[in-house]
């Protein structure tokens, strides 16, 4: 089955572009109306990126790509489209994946060989018009997956597409369990054959493309969603929230796994409220989160949003971006692209924004060093900590090796570290890192 799709612009529109040494660079200016927000983009290489873009009121979808880095656009109007189409993936510069849903129930996953001028249906399956999924990923040109929550099934390709199988042992939630995707392009991930995705009190894992899945705890306890994560390819990941079960936080909270999703630790809370999350290729411990989706579905939220880059796993944070961005993805350590949200005033009318730049100026971000009050020292059971004002971040105590005995996350004037008395004796090192400063200091364990 082939549906030919009645308004294909190519539209060969040069435009110039200021070009920054480092930063997010508008492209496609006018290629959408003024009205669109980004739902869902997929990024190839630094030349070809596409992206699934929904009116303010969202209607009327646009699929837009570029294959020369912004020179040229494809603009495909699916206003009258059969089916709504709720996630974009592409595996190369003409190879698209788009599954949709349609008034009867049914969920279509379409297609295209040819930069969407041509569509053919792979997979059907009973699915639910009202679902916010199905969201669709690659792990190679080979191994895919398409995941919807909302009906409780998973499938997947071994192939490159040419047949889908239904995941027999797809993971039955507990009964307080939930889940929501405000952002399917980073809402799940996927590594090679490993696919994460994650709830209020769980990720699940498959390590053999989506066929068996394995549950574990996220820390989150059921009082948060998991809004977004990502891995890289050695198995450390970032997962982010600021969505609580009664309040949105104009914070994040931010948990991080150093073995593949099966334990997470809290990182410091980041005082922005963050909504999608990548990692950066090539960079082991860097990655870039964005926010500003969440207004698009309540407009009276009054929050400050801004792109934040990691260089450390998620201790610290730095600011390479003044305003909100929706589905991020980067392609190497020095090219990422993202999607624009329409309630903001850009100064112009761009279709994505494109990173350009290497994050190394922003890991020389000079840092306060300070000196809070660390008493008693020597110290025999619990040690206290005082600041000047209320600060936040992560404080750890390490033996003489450089190992970690205790480790809190403080968001307050004052903390302590108890039951030391079970330490030998020595030398301790007490360490604090926050997003703009940091401090250690010699303790000394009687």
Same mark, same amino acid.
């Given at each position: 089955m082939k549906n030919r799709i009645a308004i294909i612009l190519s539209l060969n529109l040069l435009f110039s572009t200021v070009t920054l040494a480092q930063g997010w660079i508008p492209l496609g200016e006018n290629m959408l109306p003024e009205n669109y927000f980004t739902w869902a983009l997929s990024a190839v290489d630094d030349q070809t990126v596409w992206s699934l873009n929904f009116s303010a009121q969202h209607t009327d979808p646009i699929l837009i790509g570029t294959r020369d880095a912004g020179e040229t656009w494809t603009v495909i109007d699916l206003s009258s489209f059969p089916v709504f189409p709720m996630d974009i993936h592409a595996t190369s510069a003409d190879t698209l994946w788009m599954p949709t849903l349609h008034q009867s129930g049914n969920t279509y996953l379409y297609f295209s +060989?040819?930069?969407?001028?041509?569509? +053919?249906?792979?997979?059907?399956?009973?699915?639910?018009?009202? &679902? #916010?999924?199905?969201? %669709?990923?690659?792990?190679?040109?080979?191994?895919? /997956?398409? #995941? =919807?929550? !909302?009906?409780?099934?998973?499938?997947?390709?071994? =192939?490159?597409?040419?047949?889908?199988?239904?995941?027999?042992?797809?993971? %039955?939630?507990?009964? !307080?369990?939930?889940?929501?995707? /405000?952002?399917?392009?980073?809402?799940? =991930?996927?590594?090679?054959?490993? /696919?994460?995705?994650?709830?209020?009190?769980?990720?699940?894992?498959?390590? =053999?493309?989506? %066929?068996?899945?394995?549950?574990?705890?996220?820390?989150?306890?059921?009082?948060?969603?998991?809004?977004?994560?990502?891995?890289?390819?050695?198995?450390?990941?970032?997962?982010?929230?600021?969505?609580?079960?009664?309040?949105?936080?104009? +914070?994040?909270? /931010?948990?991080?796994?150093?073995?593949?999703?099966?334990?997470?630790? &809290?990182?410091? *809370? *980041?005082?922005?409220?963050? +909504?999608? #999350?990548t990692d950066v290729p090539g960079m082991e411990q860097t990655f870039v989160a964005v926010g500003g989706i969440l207004k698009e579905f309540i407009p009276n939220l009054n929050l400050e949003y801004v792109s934040l880059c990691t260089m450390d796993g998620g201790e610290t944070w730095h600011r390479i971006g003044e305003f909100p961005l929706n589905a991020v993805d980067f392609v190497s350590n020095s090219v990422g692209w993202a999607g624009r949200l329409s309630y903001y005033d850009y100064g112009s009318n761009p279709a994505l924004f494109k990173w350009e730049g290497s994050f190394l100026s922003v890991a020389t971000k000079e840092l306060t060093v300070i000196t809070p009050k660390v008493f008693p020292n020597p110290v025999e059971n619990t040690l206290q900590v005082r600041f000047s004002k209320n600060r936040q971040g992560v404080a750890s105590l390490k033996d003489s090796s450089g190992r970690t005995i205790q480790q809190k996350v403080f968001h307050s004037q004052e903390l302590e570290f108890s039951n030391l008395d079970h330490l030998p004796s020595g030398v301790y090192i007490f360490e604090l890192k926050g997003e703009d400063f940091i401090a250690t200091e010699k303790v000394v364990k009687q």
């Open positions: +060989e040819n930069a969407g001028t041509d569509w +053919e249906v792979k997979h059907i399956y009973q699915g639910n018009f009202q &679902a #916010i999924g199905p969201t %669709i990923k690659f792990g190679d040109k080979d191994r895919g /997956i398409m #995941i =919807d929550p !909302d009906v409780a099934k998973a499938f997947y390709t071994l =192939d490159g597409g040419l047949t889908w199988e239904a995941t027999t042992a797809f993971p %039955i939630l507990e009964p !307080d369990e939930s889940w929501d995707i /405000i952002n399917p392009s980073n809402w799940m =991930d996927v590594q090679g054959d490993t /696919i994460w995705w994650g709830t209020s009190l769980n990720i699940h894992r498959s390590t =053999d493309n989506g %066929i068996t899945w394995e549950v574990f705890e996220n820390g989150f306890n059921g009082d948060y969603q998991t809004q977004s994560l990502c891995f890289n390819e050695s198995g450390t990941g970032l997962m982010i929230t600021n969505v609580s079960s009664e309040v949105i936080l104009p +914070e994040t909270l /931010i948990h991080k796994s150093n073995d593949g999703g099966q334990s997470w630790t &809290a990182q410091p *809370v *980041v005082k922005r409220p963050l +909504e999608g #999350i």
